[in-house]
């Protein structure tokens, strides 16, 4: 059984989690952790998180509350599991920990996130905790779900 984990980002494990890669299949639907490091580095709002199995990094997500002109929104923005570690069953557990994380730093807050349309493992997976479409695009063109706060 897993033990997953979440730990920040330091100069300790910085250069691990920026070697974390998807399938190039995948590529398309998430940025490098390099390019997360960097929009993490310019915007303090930012929450970039290593995954650990135990001492193992398995994977990297950020989150944040972001203020944009129209509003300000609390952005589940990446979930990456590394190629090396996709396939055994670390999503589902690790979506659930960073719902808890987020929850507990931001309680009864909604919580936003974007996928492409042609990403139905993870729209299925968001699915399954509840994540609804809101009709909305980003300015990237992905859909955008959301995760209503129990408020």
């Not at 993490?40 to 970039?48: F, K, M, R, T, V």
């Not at 509840?130 to 779900?145: A, Q, R, S």
């Amino acid at each position: 059984m897993s033990n997953l984990s979440l730990k920040p980002v330091t100069g300790k494990n910085r250069r691990a989690a920026e070697k974390l890669e998807v399938f190039p299949h995948q590529a398309g639907f998430i940025e490098s952790v390099a390019e997360c490091m960097k929009e993490a580095d310019q915007l303090a709002a930012w929450h970039p998180m290593c995954i650990y199995d135990n001492d193992t990094m398995i994977g990297f997500t950020m989150y944040g509350m972001i203020q944009e002109p129209a509003y300000t929104r609390l952005w589940f923005d990446r979930l990456l599991i590394d190629k090396q570690h996709q396939g055994k069953s670390y999503a589902k557990p690790a979506v659930q920990l960073i719902l808890q994380e987020i929850r507990t730093r931001y309680p009864d807050t909604d919580i936003y996130l974007s996928v492409y349309a042609e990403n139905h493992p993870a729209i299925a997976l968001y699915r399954s905790f509840g994540f609804e479409f809101t009709g909305e695009l980003d300015t990237k063109g992905e859909e955008i779900m959301v995760h209503r706060s129990t408020m």
